[in-house]
Each structure stands twice: as C-alpha cells, then as structure tokens.
C-alpha cells in the first residue's frame, strides 16, 4: 500500500494482522506507512552466535549492599537512583520515576546517558506509568562487563526489576540503537513483555553503536517478536532511511504492529520533546500503552 496521510478524525486500529494505522493525527501530520505480515528479505547483519547468560532469567536482582548515588541531571529531582542487576549479573545504574502496575523500560541510544531519557521518563511517569531508565554496562555509573556488547542483557534485567516491584505489564521503549537492543531482548525474556515501542530503530546489527554490539540485530530477530510493536521514525532521518524503518515493520512477526512517519525534525527522543510533532507522538505512544496494559 502507497502512504497516504491520516485523517483529522480518530481511526480505529486495525487489529486484522496487516499491520495498518491507529494513530489520531491532523491532515498532514503524521503518515500511514506500508507495513504488512508479508516476508521481506533478511537482515544485512548476521549473528556472533554468542548465548552467554539468559536474558530469559525472572529472578528479582540481589539487594544492593551500597547506596546508589543520586543523579546528577536536570529533571532529575523526583528520580530515585538504583542498583540493579543485568540478565547477566552485571551491575547496573539507573533511576526509578513514577509508580503504578504499568513498568516501562526506557532503552537509550547507545552511549548516550541516562540523563538524556528523563524528558521520556517524566513524561510516562506522570501519567501512572512505573519507567526504569539506566547506564548501560560500561558505561555512565554501571559497572565493566566481560561481554560489552550485551545490550540486551541490561534491558533483560530492567524487566526483572521492575517484575520485582510488582509491576503486572512491562513495556519496553527504545531509541535508535536502544530500539535493536530491545527488540532482541523481547525475544528472549520470559515470560514475555507486553510491547515494544521503537522510536527511529537502528535496525541493522551494529548500527550507530559507539563500541560492540553482541547480539543479533533487530532484522534477525524481529521474525521472532510476537508481541505488540510500535514503530515510529521521521521520513528526513539522516541516521535511519524510512526504508529500514518499514523492513523492520514487515519483518516483525506479531500481527499486531504499527508504523507511524513523521515527516520532518529531529529523531528518537527528540520526537516527543523538540518537534512539531510532539503532541501527536506522545498521543500515538499513550494509545499504544494503553492498549497492550489492557
């Protein structure tokens, strides 16, 4: 199906696996884009066939025996910092921002700091969601890791932490190479998320991460995402070409799947924060939340 714009009035999902629109949008401003079941050719990248640890794993994180430190960025008064534990056992920094039965695990491009996901954090926390953001291992306050590139891990063990504090659904929500990171995860964790949310996803193995990326890319391993996904990414995005974005759309294996293009400005978290657009993605974000929480 060629784009086409979306109209003023709300339009009802549809939830028949062909992977159409249910965004509320003003004419023009957000784009209906191609995203059916259908097979499309496989990922560029391939995998290292590295398995070490399981983030399938459910177990709560060992108490910390030492205080996390505060955290030391603007927004972040109202932030409780942690430690906790990757699927791998790695110790990681992050900070807790909101409460509720909703856990949302905000998965940062890569190296960017966790300060940079507090406007996203902020933004969820206060409308009754529990957000997790972190450090990623080997970087910002986490700890050094003997597997580097064992993103998804990280993102594996935020799910066990927020189970443990006894959120019902989990949502994870990624930004460029945070969006491959938790894509792979998804496919591992057990019991699974509720739902993906990718905002500009680096799709292809490796992709704009500033040192090494473990596991397989998100084009290898959305065959195997079954649950809810939400993509969104900007038609001008000079990191992540539209034509990726609707790959990886047609590569997800869940039937229940969205694309939403943006037509200009910055990507990842800049959609919901300095576009023109913001209020649209943040519309088209607390929809898709509200959906897969039930």
């Given at each position: 199906m060629a784009d086409g714009t979306i109209g003023a009035e709300p339009v009802p999902n549809d939830r028949t696996g062909t992977g159409r629109w249910w965004v509320i949008a003003s004419v023009g401003a957000l784009v209906l884009a191609a995203c059916s079941s259908?097979?499309?050719?496989?990922?560029?990248?391939?995998?290292?066939g590295a398995t070490s640890g399981s983030p399938g794993a459910t177990q709560s994180s060992p108490a910390a025996t030492v205080t996390a430190p505060a955290l030391d960025c603007e927004g972040g008064a109202n932030a409780r910092a942690i430690w906790f534990r990757a699927a791998d056992g790695t110790r990681l920094y992050g900070a807790i921002i909101g409460s509720g039965r909703v856990g949302v695990v905000v998965a940062n491009d890569v190296?960017?700091?966790?300060?940079?996901?507090?406007?996203?954090?902020?933004?969820?926390?206060?409308?009754?969601?529990?957000?997790?953001?972190?450090d990623y291992r080997d970087r910002g306050n986490s700890d050094a890791s003997d597997a580097p590139g064992r993103l998804d891990q990280d993102v594996a063990g935020a799910v066990d932490e927020l189970r443990s504090r006894g959120v019902a659904r989990v949502i994870l929500l990624g930004s460029y190479a945070g969006v491959a990171a938790a894509v792979v995860a998804a496919t591992e964790i057990d019991p699974p998320v509720d739902g993906v949310i990718g905002i500009s996803p680096a799709a292809v193995r490796g992709q704009w991460v500033e040192g090494p990326f473990g596991p397989i890319g998100a084009f290898r391993a959305a065959p195997r995402l079954r649950v809810p996904a939400l993509y969104i990414t900007v038609r001008s995005d000079r990191y992540v070409p539209l034509g990726e974005a609707r790959q990886l759309c047609r590569l997800t294996a869940s039937p229940d799947k969205d694309l939403v293009v943006i037509p200009s400005g910055s990507g990842g978290f800049d959609t919901i924060d300095f576009s023109s657009y913001e209020g649209r993605v943040r519309d088209a974000i607390l929809s898709f939340v509200r959906h897969v929480a039930g």
């Open positions: 259908a097979s499309a050719p496989g990922s560029s990248g391939v995998s290292t190296p960017h700091p966790l300060c940079e996901t507090l406007t996203v954090a902020r933004f969820l926390g206060g409308r009754g969601n529990r957000v997790l953001v972190f």
